[in-house]
């Protein structure tokens, strides 16, 4: 059953079927073929009961506080502080596209939000100063895996609910690894700088730094709110989404840029995601119920160990297995598939689970930005006008600082752990 199950859900895949519709046929047609066909009433009680669950009301909360914050012109702001920042350093416009991201990461929470929001302000500026095409567009798709990172995440928030862990946990322990995405592609940046013949921005004005940072710091109050609320146990998750939320709407009307065709947009994208996403946890908890029955995750947890006993070999497996399975299967469907059956090998190997999501969340986040199915290379397409190939060249040379960082990441917990263990204390 279980072969079947994963044949047909790869056949699936491959034939270009949405990913929940992929799983939930899979699911099905396995359930058939054992000879459940009168049973198929299973399919959707197990849906609904994998969306009935209090925390994942966080999820459309956050995405609806990034989609407003893009609309009402906070992008604009981020890049201006950034650019009176860091403008003025060699391939400057580069190392704003990278810094804008990490701010933005804080407002957004997705990858793809933000390549949507932030992207085509950088390429188009980044063509103006001379820079090619592929290279401004393959930086962007780069720089936004900070965005599900630094907190809010919603992989951070569907993996903490599979996991058992902490919301407040997981998004402190997100936001090191972040900045180290950062500065490895800042310093990639600097090296690269070398090869590009492009002018130097002026320095800015004290008093232009000051406007721009007072603008461009109200972003960094998004997360602050998040976060701060969540650990002083003001709100749960969720509520916290609702502060961002209000937050988002206060700083529009105080710019006076939020109108009801910018509320009205943000809702619609903000159903149309979270339906998706939905869909993807609701028919994957189907699939988890059946791997269940067969007893996968028992299964796989004896063959790791029959494999090895040694925990930086396992470690190594991991990121290996998880960075090919990004490249062809996006991260909440990965995670909801994958995570559950594996708890059981990381617990046998006591690998903590907070720093096993930062491992899972680095590695297929990588995968947006590899092809053949890196959602990112597609979405910067579109927003850059720009060839698939042409891109794919260009962010080869990039994903070598982001293994580096997976692979620091993945042997040296400390640098995801420390902040939540200082924060709240050593589990």
Not at 34 to 52: K, R
Not at 56 to 84: C, E, Q, R, S, Y
Not at 400 to 414: A, G
């Amino acid at each position: 059953m279980t072969s079947l199950l994963f044949v047909s859900f790869v056949a699936l895949m491959l034939l270009r079927v949405p990913v929940a519709m992929s799983i939930g046929g899979s699911v099905v047609l396995t359930l058939i073929y054992a000879g459940y066909a009168d049973g198929l009433y299973i399919v959707p009680l197990q849906v609904l009961e994998g969306v009935d669950n209090a925390s994942l009301l966080a999820v459309p909360f956050f995405i609806l506080a990034g989609n407003l914050m893009n609309l009402v012109g906070m992008t604009d702001k981020i890049f201006n502080f950034a650019m009176a920042l860091m403008g003025h350093f060699r391939a400057g416009l580069a190392q704003v596209n990278v810094l804008a991201s990490m701010i933005f990461s804080g407002v957004n929470g997705t990858a793809v939000g933000d390549i949507a929001g932030l992207g085509q302000i950088l390429v188009r500026a980044m063509n103006a100063r001379g820079y090619p095409v592929d290279f401004s567009a393959a930086l962007t798709v780069s720089s936004s895996i900070m965005g599900p990172l630094i907190p809010p995440s919603v992989g951070l928030v569907v993996y903490a609910y599979l996991a058992n862990q902490s919301v407040a946990r997981m998004f402190l322990a997100g936001f090191a690894p972040g900045v180290l995405v950062g500065i490895s592609l800042m310093i990639f940046n600097r090296i690269y700088a070398k090869r590009l013949n492009v002018p130097v921005e002026p320095r800015a004005t004290a008093r232009q730094l000051f406007l721009t940072a007072r603008e461009g710091l109200v972003a960094l109050v998004a997360p602050a709110i998040i976060l701060g609320a969540i650990l002083t146990g003001f709100t749960t998750a969720t509520e916290a989404g609702v502060l961002a939320c209000a937050y988002a709407l206060i700083v529009g009307a105080a710019y006076r840029q939020l109108t009801f065709a910018h509320i009205w947009k943000a809702l619609t994208d903000t159903m149309q995601m979270t339906t998706v996403v939905m869909m993807i946890i609701g028919f994957s908890t189907i699939m988890g119920w059946l791997l269940a029955i067969e007893q996968m995750p028992q299964y796989m947890a004896t063959a790791m160990l029959a494999v090895t006993d040694s925990r930086p070999v396992l470690l190594a497996l991991l990121i290996v297995f998880f960075l090919i399975i990004g490249c062809f299967v996006e991260g909440v469907p990965a995670k909801l598939i994958l995570v559950p059956i594996l708890l059981p090998v990381i617990d046998a190997y006591h690998i903590d689970r907070v720093h096993f999501g930062i491992i899972v969340q680095m590695s297929l986040l990588i995968g947006i930005a590899t092809p053949p199915m890196g959602i990112g290379l597609y979405v910067v397409c579109e927003v850059a006008r720009v060839s698939f190939e042409k891109v794919t060249l260009a962010i080869m040379p990039m994903l070598i600082p982001l293994v580096i960082v997976l692979v620091l990441l993945t042997y040296i917990p400390q640098l995801s752990l420390f902040l939540p263990n200082l924060v709240m204390g050593v589990e």
